[in-house]
């Protein structure tokens, strides 16, 4: 018999890799919106406008009024594992949504994208970046910030495209995220601008920057996104534990879903779906609902970064929490004792 031949190693080329990581990083637009809109926060945005044609496959566009980026960073922005922020190699210390320096590159590889930015007291200039290979740097012209533009998202690799649903469906998980966002950013406004049809588009999600105390801001934009009555029905929540705190809004029973679609859960600012999280709102809610009905809720569970790890998945939407019992328990706890006093509350009200 023929021995098997035996295949060499080689070290896989810039374009391969970016392109293996974008299956991680971008599963689909939503996942691109995700990581655009993240950077713009990461710049200290305070106005965010979001454009996105036939759902985000041919276009989409963020365009951010934040920081910038200095021209001759424009190439280094767009490299693997090039990022502003993290310094040495310390993952314990993050403070921002991104760190891995995998976005830019990966979303490049998978598109077509095309950066503008400038940084206070310099011109304007923009770098491209097609197939895989990427333009020189050139004078552009903008005045703030940062608009980011990928389209064909997912043209250089087929296999990817076709799994993508309808432009309806994808449309409305990008609205999802969006959203998401914007619970976890109230100070923030944002705009999504829908223009497949023509260039001024439809504005199909709107929040404006909201302003005064954390728990004022919070109740505007929960009103302003999950409408009034959402807001007419939620307890506020604040509780803290050994260093854990939470805060936010949970519903009434009474204004509980036939599923968790309104569960918005965050850790340290990060939107998360978390297994752990959702059992611990089941159990708090377990006296008040039956297994079918599921809560509604906005909560923000904040903890040192010691105490929780985010950098468990590509896209961050899964966290491991080093003693999971205390995060359940303060859950379980300061939602219990809320929905108690309410129930107080609307009993005494009654016999009154
Ligand atoms: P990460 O966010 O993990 O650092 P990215 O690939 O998303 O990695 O971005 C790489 C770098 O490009 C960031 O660290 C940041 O310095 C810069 N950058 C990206 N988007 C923006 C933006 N909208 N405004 C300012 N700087 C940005
Ligand atoms: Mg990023």
Redesign the pocket.
């Known amino acids: 018999a023929q021995p098997a031949k035996r295949p060499q190693i080689r070290q896989l080329d810039e374009v391969a890799v970016n392109r293996i990581a974008a299956g991680e990083v971008v599963e689909r637009p939503a996942s691109a919106v995700k990581?655009?809109i993240?950077?713009?926060l990461?710049?200290g945005?305070t106005r965010i406008e979001l454009c996105l044609k036939d759902g985000g496959k041919t276009l989409l566009r963020?365009i951010?009024d934040?920081?910038?980026?200095p021209a001759a960073?424009l190439p280094?922005?767009?490299s693997r594992h090039?990022?502003?922020?993290i310094d040495g190699s310390d993952l314990l210390n993050i403070h921002?949504?991104?760190?891995?320096?995998?976005?830019?590159?990966?979303m490049a590889a998978v598109g077509r994208m095309t950066?503008t930015?400038r940084i206070d007291g310099a011109d304007a200039a923009s770098i491209t970046v097609d197939g895989g290979e990427m333009g020189a740097v050139k004078p552009a012209a903008l005045s703030k910030?940062?608009v980011?533009e990928l389209r064909n998202l997912f043209y250089a690799t087929p296999a990817r495209l076709k799994f993508l649903r309808s432009d309806r469906a994808e449309t409305a998980a990008i609205l999802d995220v969006v959203k998401r966002l914007a619970m976890a950013e109230p100070y923030v406004g944002f705009t999504v601008r829908d223009i497949t049809r023509d260039e001024a588009g439809r504005v199909s999600f709107r929040a404006d920057a909201q302003s005064g105390d954390m728990f004022d801001a919070l109740g505007a934009r929960l009103r302003s996104i999950l409408g009034a009555d959402f807001a007419d029905n939620a307890l506020p929540i604040d509780a803290e534990r050994e260093g854990i705190t939470l805060t936010g809004f949970a519903a009434l029973p009474t204004y509980s879903r036939g599923s968790n679609v309104a569960q918005f859960l965050f850790v340290n600012g990060r939107p998360v779906r978390d297994k752990l999280l959702i059992g611990a709102l089941r159990g708090a809610y377990s006296d008040f609902l039956s297994r079918d009905r599921h809560p509604a809720c906005v909560l923000f569970l904040e903890l040192p970064p010691t105490r929780v790890d985010v950098n468990v998945h590509p896209a961050k939407a899964e966290v491991r929490f080093r003693d999971p019992g205390n995060a359940r328990g303060l859950i379980v706890s300061a939602l219990k004792h809320a929905l108690a006093e309410a129930g107080h509350r609307a009993s005494t009200t009654v016999s009154d």
């Open positions: 990581e655009l993240e950077n713009a990461d710049a945005a963020v951010d934040g920081h910038g980026i960073d280094l922005a767009l090039a990022t502003s922020k921002t949504f991104g760190f891995r320096g995998e976005a830019l590159p990966s950066i930015s910030g940062t980011v």
